[in-house]
C-alpha cells in the first residue's frame, strides 16, 4: 500500500511542536527508515501513522484515501516495538495464533497461518516453547511473527533490535531484509542508529528537531549529503568539518591551521569565493601514502594521535588538529602510535563544501 503525508504538524497538548510541516510520500512495498537522534520525533511520526497520536495539522493518506480520522484497527497496519510484549504463559504457537484466534478465524486456517509463519522465520522448530526458553532474537521474530500473521499491508517498527545483542542485532539486520522481500509489505522502521538505516532502507529519511533534513537513498544521503547535519550524522565515524573562508579561490581555516587553494574555476569558483564555507571529507579518505601522480589533486593533512582503534581489518584514528579534532582510517598495517604526529592527504574531489551559515551543501 502506498501512504502519503502531507504538511503534517504535531502539537502536544503542552505545547511543544514536535513535528513541522512534514511531507512524504511512501511507495507501494517500499522499507522506509525514519533515523534521527533521540526525540527528533520518530515515535512521534510513526504513532500518528498507526493512529495512536492525533495529527495537529495536515493530510495522511493511505491509498489514496484520507485517513486522519481513521481508528487504527481499520489502518490494515501491524505494528512492531522493541518490546516484545509475548504472552509468557502461551507457548510460541499460542502467542503468534492468539490475534486470529481472537479475531475468530477457524482452526484449520489459524493452524496453516501458524505453520507458513514460522517457517518464513525460521521458527518452526520452537513452536512448543515458551518465550522465556527462546534467546533474544527468537522473541523479537516470534513479535514479527504476530504481525506477519495477520498479513497486515502495513508494517510500522519502532527500535524493533534494540534489545538484542549486537551479533542478533546484525543477524535480524539480514532477517527483515529477507522477510521483507519475501512479504512485500511497505514497512517503517524507525531507528537513532544510522548503520540500520543505511542497511535495510530502500530510502532514509533523516531527521532532527521534527524536521526531514533529507529523503534518499542509502548511497545518496552517504555520497551527496544535502547538508551539513546529514553529513554529520550518517556515516561513522561521522565526516570531518574544517570551518573556514575562501578568499582568491584559497581556503583558510577559521584557526589558520589549514591554507590551500581549492582548485576551482569558473562558475564553480564563483559560488564560493568570498564566503564563509565548511570543508568536509570523510575517515576513509584519508590517503597515507599518496602516489606521485596524484600530487596536484591532494591537500596535505596532518595531526597528532590522541586515541585508536583496532577493528582488525581497519583502524580508527583520532587525531588533534591544533585545537580541533579529526578521525581518519587506516589499513591494519599501518602503525600508529599515541602522540605521534600523522601526515596525511585528502583528494580535493573528495572534500564536500557547505554554506557555513545555511549549513546547506554547495554543489559545484
Ligand atoms: P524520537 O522517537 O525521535 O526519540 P519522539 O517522537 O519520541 O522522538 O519525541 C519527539 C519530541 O516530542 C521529544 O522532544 C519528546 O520529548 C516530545 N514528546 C513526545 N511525547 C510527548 C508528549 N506526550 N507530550 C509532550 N511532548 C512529547
Redesign the pocket.
Known amino acids: 500500500m502506498s501512504l502519503e503525508l502531507k504538511n503534517i504538524y504535531k502539537i ?1 497538548p ?1 505545547g ?1 511542536q ?1 513535528i513541522s510541516d512534514f511531507n512524504l510520500k511512501i511507495n507501494d512495498g517500499e522499507f522506509i527508515v525514519l533515523v ?1 537522534p ?7 511520526t510513526l504513532r500518528m501513522i498507526a493512529g495512536l497520536e492525533d495529527i495537529t495539522h495536515g493530510d495522511f493518506f493511505i491509498d489514496g484515501k484520507r485517513v486522519n480520522d481513521l481508528p487504527p484497527k481499520d489502518r490494515g497496519i501491524a505494528m512492531v516495538f522493541q518490546s516484545y510484549a509475548l504472552y509468557p504463559t502461551l507457548t510460541v504457537y499460542e502467542n503468534m495464533a492468539f490475534g486470529l484466534d481472537l479475531a475468530g478465524f477457524d482452526e484449520d486456517i489459524i493452524k496453516k497461518r501458524v505453520t507458513e509463519t514460522a517457517e518464513i522465520l525460521g521458527l518452526t522448530q520452537y513452536l512448543d516453547r515458551l518465550p522465556k526458553a527462546l534467546s533474544g532474537g527468537q522473541r523479537q521474530r516470534v513479535a514479527l511473527g504476530r504481525a506477519i500473521i495477520r498479513k497486515a499491508k502495513i508494517f510500522l517498527m519502532d527500535e524493533p533490535l534494540s534489545n538484542l545483542d549486537a551479533r542478533q542485532r546484525v543477524n535480524m539486520r539480514s532477517e527483515l531484509i529477507r522477510i521483507h522481500r519475501d512479504i512485500g509489505a511497505t514497512t517503517i522502521y ?1 531507528t537513532h542508529d544510522q548503520i540500520e538505516a543505511m542497511t535495510m532502507a530502500t530510502r532514509i529519511v533523516c531527521m532532527d528537531v521534527g524536521v526531514i533534513k533529507q529523503v534518499g537513498t542509502p548511497e545518496e544521503l552517504y555520497f551527496h549529503p544535502k547538508n551539513l547535519f546529514v553529513a554529520g550524522f550518517i556515516g561513522d565515524p561521522p565526516m570531518n568539518f574544517i570551518r573556514g573562508h575562501v578568499a582568491d579561490g584559497t581556503f583558510t581555516s577559521n584557526d589558520g591551521y589549514y591554507t590551500f587553494p581549492l582548485g576551482l574555476s569558473g562558475d564553480a569558483l564563483a559560488k564560493v569565493n568570498n564566503r564563509d564555507i565548511v570543508v568536509a571529507y570523510r575517515p576513509e579518505h584519508a590517503i597515507w601514502h599518496p602516489k606521485a601522480e596524484e600530487s596536484e589533486e591532494l591537500v596535505p593533512m596532518k595531526g597528532k594521535v590522541e586515541v585508536y582503534e583496532m577493528l582488525g581489518d581497519i583502524q580508527n584514528v583520532y587525531l588533534n588538529v591544533g585545537k580541533e579534532k579529526a578521525i581518519i582510517k587506516a589499513a591494519p598495517d599501518e602503525s600508529v602510535l599515541i602522540d605521534s604526529e600523522i601526515n596525511y592527504y585528502v583528494k580535493k574531489s573528495d572534500f564536500h563544501l557547505f554554506d557555513a551559515k545555511t549549513e546547506e551543501a554547495i554543489e559545484l
Do not use: L
Not at 526525540?39 to 512521534?44: N, Q
Open positions: 502536544y503542552n511543544y514536535a534521527g533521540s526525540g527528533c520525533g520518530k515515535s512521534t524507525v
